[in-house]
């Protein structure tokens, strides 16, 4: 089955500077890359999404890439701010109504 | 339109008991999904869910956790003679086909 690594587990950031996190996942079907975000006792957030039909996609100070050839993925967030602070986790599934496996989450902190 | 709804919130059991933790999808979704997340953890699957269908539940311990998604009313994940182990919190989510998944708050089960 899929399997979806992800790093750094913890990423410590002045605000204003770049953040950015990797993700590896096995199974080559996956073709749909989601980034979820979840602050302390609250549920995870779907902040953006990327399908395999396109290598990167932006919004805001949030972009992710996709390179399905070495099959990865990383989430970037520039400007970054105090209310970034989260844990962030990476996912992929084949899309639609497939699961969605999830990496093991990156603890984001921005110091201001 | 109201997003997806889980209760209870907080869920207090003693080993032995039973723990029922319910999820209303959003509105016009008709697939569910059962996530389980441990303290400082990541999000395990669990089970996927249509109406009165299981359709993946690979990931579900094969003694003890049972799911449903009756015609009428919410998704229901049932744990039988709960253990110390199995406090956690308890996400669902719910899809409209697509592949993008919206969480809810979830249910986080203590087991005295």
């Known amino acids: 089955g899929e399997n979806v690594e992800q790093h750094p587990s913890t990423l410590s950031v002045q605000e204003g500077d770049s953040a950015v996190i990797k993700c590896t996942y096995s199974?080559?079907?996956?073709?749909?890359f989601p980034w979820y975000k979840q602050e302390l006792g609250k549920r995870p957030q779907l902040i953006i999404d990327?399908?395999?039909?396109?290598g990167e996609k932006k919004d805001q100070r949030i972009a992710v890439t996709l390179n399905k050839t070495a099959k990865h993925f990383s989430l970037h967030i520039t400007e970054t701010q105090p209310e970034d602070s989260a844990v962030y986790f990476c996912?992929?599934?084949?899309?639609?109504?497939?699961?969605?496996?999830f990496g093991t989450g990156t603890r984001l902190q921005v110091f201001p | 339109n109201a997003g997806v709804m889980q209760n209870p919130r907080h869920l207090v059991r003693r080993r032995g008991q039973e723990a029922r933790l319910r999820c209303s999808p959003m509105?016009?979704?008709?697939?569910v999904y059962w996530y389980r997340q441990l303290p400082e953890e990541g999000l395990k699957f669990m089970v996927y869910l249509q109406k009165e269908n299981i359709i993946d539940e690979s990931g579900m311990p094969k003694e003890r956790f049972s799911a449903e998604f009756p015609k009428e009313g919410p998704s229901i994940l049932r744990i039988q003679q709960v253990v110390r182990g199995d406090s956690a919190a308890y996400f669902c989510?719910?899809?409209?086909?697509?592949?993008?998944?919206?969480f809810g708050e979830g249910s986080r089960l203590t087991v005295l």
């Open positions: 989510a719910s899809s409209p086909g697509t592949g993008e998944l919206f």
């Open positions: 990327i399908r395999s039909n396109v």
């Open positions: 996912a992929a599934s084949k899309g639609n109504t497939d699961k969605l496996i």
């Open positions: 509105k016009g979704h008709s697939h």
């Open positions: 199974d080559s079907a996956s073709n749909y």
